[in-house]
């Protein structure tokens, strides 16, 4: 109980900050309103105003905490942080944790109970772990620190713990000369991408009861206390729902959480969960709005690494240059709708695009610097999602794709393995002859043609380069798809073929084989592990329908495939695992060679 002269100060203090309160809402041009402040309690420079209730707290606050933030400036002498809480918080506060005390027999757990009801610190302390890797485990380890000998410990994994967090964590745990120690954590790209799309929160508590045993503390846990054979983990803040202290030197989310945002369903998930905690007490319902909107920014800040070879290559022949551009600004378009693109473009037509908004374009000089600009890209910037256009031939839409599966961003094409086969006609041939009718196609070696009456010895030497396939006669006709965790056709397409090759198309058609040519298409998909995002499929229908060729890439079709939503935003929503829904429309169109 507080002696006389202590209640004199802290009535003196009370009446003084209602009265600068007041002087300041009139400065402010604010309503002159009634409030009451209950108590107020002060710690270390640190002063906590205790309300009769929320009005009384928003009062003090004020739009959009001008209010305190004055309070703060006029007493920054005295006190280096100032609080607003609402008395019945602390009241409710304190019976939660009588109850939690009730409710759980555990000498750990009553430690911390009676530090917060009492002030009451363990004359021997006992030794916990205090896992560290995300947004509030710092501001639990400052906690835990006053009532136990705390261990602290990371996983040490740059996907969870980048380097400029595990710099934030030394430089935090040094000063305050708590031991710490980092664990190896391996995932593999799968594991990362399964993490990803299914919210990562929790993920580490199998990781834990392999290796820890005791008591951990970690925020990494779905669920308030997980009891194993040796050991118990305790979410610090699910179980204690104290209100958060903002402080700079805590962390923010971790990479996992922040890529997991990026998925629609993964950001309502975190959004729900942070109005939670406002209902619980634990956050403040400014704190709560200022990141609910730093998590939209994360979503709405995604920079997707977009190229055509021939358009960043400078390539010499015209009627390819024209189909790559074609394709190029049909998708650049709708990527720039939903995100902030960067690009690869030949010196001679950066002019075409340099008007562009949300469009870095990092010009090419010749095409020797492709691959090395590529690198250079995706190991410096920020780059979410990765999707290039480019021929199979030579291996370059393979090598190019082999360089973006080296970095953590989202490929939303196929992987490389399924281009090493979808891109050779002969590995292709091998992989569906038996499950589909196909062109009989000969192994790759040296083949003579000549006539087969033919005299003088005259012939055409064709090598290794060359394939010797049936010829089959029909319907020239393609499949778009989108493949992902499910297979999903998209159009049945015309292809118009002459001597000058591919020159035009009519898209989304009707045709009376169409539900069985489908069919037969994923069965193909089937064969062939790794294609992913948009493929298309060649195909030649008379009265049979032969399955000519799988391109593992954007194909020229694009031009005509009018899709709601746009067939970006389905690439996107597809390589973050989400159920596709859409409508298509086409349209015929041609090109001139």
Same mark, same amino acid.
């Given at each position: 109980?507080?002696?006389? +002269?202590?209640?004199?100060?802290?009535?003196?203090?009370?009446?003084? $900050?209602?009265?600068?309160?007041?002087?300041?809402?009139?400065?402010?041009?604010?309503?002159?309103?009634?409030?009451?402040?209950?108590?107020?309690?002060?710690?270390?420079?640190?002063?906590?105003?205790?309300?009769?209730?929320?009005?009384?707290?928003?009062?003090?606050?004020?739009?959009?905490?001008?209010?305190?933030?004055?309070? =703060?400036?006029?007493?920054?002498?005295?006190?280096?942080?100032?609080?607003?809480?609402?008395?019945?918080? =602390?009241?409710?506060?304190?019976?939660?944790?009588?109850?939690?005390?009730? #409710?759980?027999?555990?000498?750990?757990?009553?430690?911390?109970?009676?530090?917060?009801?009492?002030?009451?610190?363990?004359?021997?302390?006992?030794?916990?772990?205090?896992?560290?890797?995300?947004?509030?485990?710092?501001?639990?380890?400052?906690?835990?620190?006053?009532?136990?000998?705390?261990?602290?410990?990371?996983?040490?994994?740059?996907?969870?713990?980048? +380097?400029?967090?595990?710099?934030?964590?030394?430089?935090?745990?040094?000063?305050?000369?708590?031991?710490?120690?980092?664990?190896?954590?391996?995932?593999?790209?799968?594991? $990362?991408?399964?993490?990803?799309?299914?919210?990562?929160?929790?993920?580490?508590?199998?990781?834990?009861?392999?290796?820890?045993?005791?008591?951990?503390?970690?925020? %990494?846990?779905?669920?308030?206390?997980?009891?194993?054979? =040796?050991?118990?983990?305790?979410?610090?803040?699910?179980?204690?729902?104290?209100?958060?202290?903002?402080?700079?030197?805590?962390?923010?989310?971790?990479?996992?959480?922040? +890529?997991?945002?990026?998925?629609?369903?993964?950001?309502?998930?975190?959004?729900?969960?942070?109005?939670?905690?406002?209902?619980?007490?634990?956050?403040?319902?400014?704190?709560?709005?200022?990141? $609910?909107?730093? $998590?939209?920014?994360? %979503?709405?800040?995604?920079?997707?690494?977009?190229?055509?070879?021939?358009?960043?290559?400078?390539?010499?022949?015209?009627?390819?240059?024209?189909?790559?551009?074609?394709?190029?600004?049909?998708?650049?378009?709708?990527?720039?709708?939903?995100?902030?693109?960067?690009?690869?473009?030949?010196?001679?037509?950066?002019?075409?695009?340099?008007?562009?908004?949300?469009?870095?374009?990092?010009?090419?000089?010749?095409?020797?610097?492709?691959?090395?600009?590529?690198?250079?890209?995706?190991?410096?910037?920020?780059?979410?999602?990765?999707?290039?256009?480019?021929?199979?031939?030579?291996?370059?839409?393979?090598?190019?794709?082999?360089?973006?599966?080296?970095?953590?961003?989202?490929?939303?094409?196929?992987?490389?393995?399924?281009?090493?086969?979808?891109?050779?006609?002969?590995?292709?041939?091998?992989?569906?002859?038996?499950? @589909?009718?196909?062109?009989?196609?000969?192994?790759?070696?040296?083949?003579? @043609?000549?006539?087969?009456?033919? %005299?003088?010895?005259?012939?055409?030497?064709?090598?290794?380069?060359?394939?010797?396939?049936?010829?089959?006669?029909?319907?020239?006709?393609? @499949?778009?798809?989108?493949?992902?965790?499910?297979?999903?056709?998209?159009?049945?397409?015309?292809?118009?073929?002459?001597?000058?090759?591919?020159?035009?198309?009519?898209?989304?058609?009707?045709?009376?084989?169409?539900?069985?040519?489908?069919?037969?298409?994923?069965? @193909?998909?089937?064969?062939?592990?790794?294609?992913?995002?948009?493929?298309?499929?060649?195909?030649?229908?008379?009265?049979?329908?032969?399955?000519?060729?799988?391109?593992?890439?954007?194909?020229?079709?694009?031009?005509? #495939?009018?899709?709601?939503?746009?067939?970006?935003?389905?690439?996107?929503?597809?390589?973050?695992?989400?159920?596709?829904?859409?409508?298509?429309?086409?349209?015929?169109?041609?090109?001139?060679?």
């Amino acid at each position: 109980m507080l002696d006389k +002269q202590s209640l004199q100060l802290k009535e003196k203090t009370i009446n003084e $900050i209602k009265e600068r309160i007041s002087k300041i809402r009139e400065d402010l041009g604010l309503n002159n309103v009634d409030f009451d402040i209950v108590d107020v309690e002060i710690e270390d420079k640190i002063l906590t105003i205790y309300t009769k209730n929320r009005t009384d707290k928003s009062i003090i606050i004020g739009p959009g905490g001008w209010v305190v933030g004055k309070l =703060r400036e006029e007493m920054k002498d005295r006190f280096k942080i100032i609080k607003v809480e609402d008395y019945m918080d =602390r009241v409710l506060f304190e019976e939660r944790i009588k109850a939690i005390k009730l #409710l759980f027999d555990d000498k750990v757990i009553h430690d911390i109970c009676n530090y917060f009801l009492y002030g009451k610190i363990p004359k021997k302390k006992r030794d916990v772990v205090c896992l560290v890797h995300c947004q509030y485990d710092l501001y639990a380890l400052d906690i835990l620190s006053n009532i136990f000998n705390v261990k602290a410990i990371s996983y040490d994994f740059p996907a969870l713990v980048p +380097q400029k967090t595990k710099k934030k964590i030394l430089d935090f745990l040094n000063k305050r000369y708590i031991e710490h120690k980092f664990l190896k954590l391996s995932l593999t790209k799968d594991d $990362i991408k399964n993490l990803i799309n299914s919210f990562p929160c929790g993920f580490l508590k199998d990781k834990i009861i392999e290796d820890l045993e005791g008591y951990v503390f970690t925020s %990494c846990l779905d669920t308030a206390v997980f009891k194993y054979r =040796r050991g118990i983990i305790i979410n610090f803040f699910e179980l204690f729902p104290i209100k958060i202290k903002k402080d700079e030197t805590y962390l923010n989310y971790c990479p996992l959480c922040i +890529q997991s945002c990026k998925i629609d369903k993964n950001k309502e998930k975190l959004i729900k969960k942070i109005v939670k905690e406002v209902y619980r007490g634990f956050k403040e319902p400014t704190d709560a709005s200022e990141e $609910i909107l730093s $998590i939209i920014k994360w %979503c709405g800040d995604r920079v997707i690494l977009f190229f055509e070879y021939a358009l960043a290559s400078g390539f010499e022949d015209k009627g390819i240059l024209k189909e790559g551009k074609m394709m190029f600004d049909t998708l650049l378009n709708q990527f720039l709708e939903v995100d902030n693109v960067t690009t690869l473009i030949y010196k001679d037509f950066v002019d075409d695009y340099k008007n562009f908004k949300n469009l870095k374009i990092v010009e090419i000089e010749n095409e020797n610097e492709i691959e090395e600009k590529l690198n250079s890209i995706l190991k410096n910037k920020k780059i979410d999602y990765a999707l290039v256009i480019a021929p199979e031939d030579e291996g370059i839409l393979y090598n190019l794709t082999k360089i973006i599966e080296k970095y953590p961003v989202k490929n939303l094409g196929c992987s490389s393995e399924a281009i090493k086969i979808a891109g050779n006609k002969y590995l292709t041939y091998l992989s569906i002859k038996d499950v @589909v009718k196909t062109p009989k196609t000969f192994p790759p070696k040296k083949y003579i @043609v000549k006539r087969i009456d033919s %005299c003088g010895g005259k012939f055409n030497l064709f090598d290794e380069n060359f394939l010797i396939q049936e010829f089959v006669d029909g319907e020239n006709l393609s @499949v778009s798809l989108i493949v992902g965790k499910k297979i999903y056709p998209l159009s049945l397409n015309r292809q118009y073929i002459d001597e000058r090759g591919f020159v035009g198309g009519e898209v989304d058609i009707e045709h009376k084989l169409k539900d069985k040519i489908f069919k037969e298409v994923i069965k @193909v998909i089937k064969c062939i592990n790794g294609l992913n995002g948009y493929v298309g499929v060649d195909v030649i229908v008379n009265d049979e329908i032969y399955i000519i060729e799988i391109n593992p890439r954007i194909t020229t079709t694009i031009y005509g #495939l009018k899709t709601e939503p746009s067939l970006a935003k389905l690439l996107i929503k597809n390589a973050n695992n989400e159920e596709l829904k859409f409508k298509v429309e086409g349209m015929r169109f041609t090109i001139d060679k």
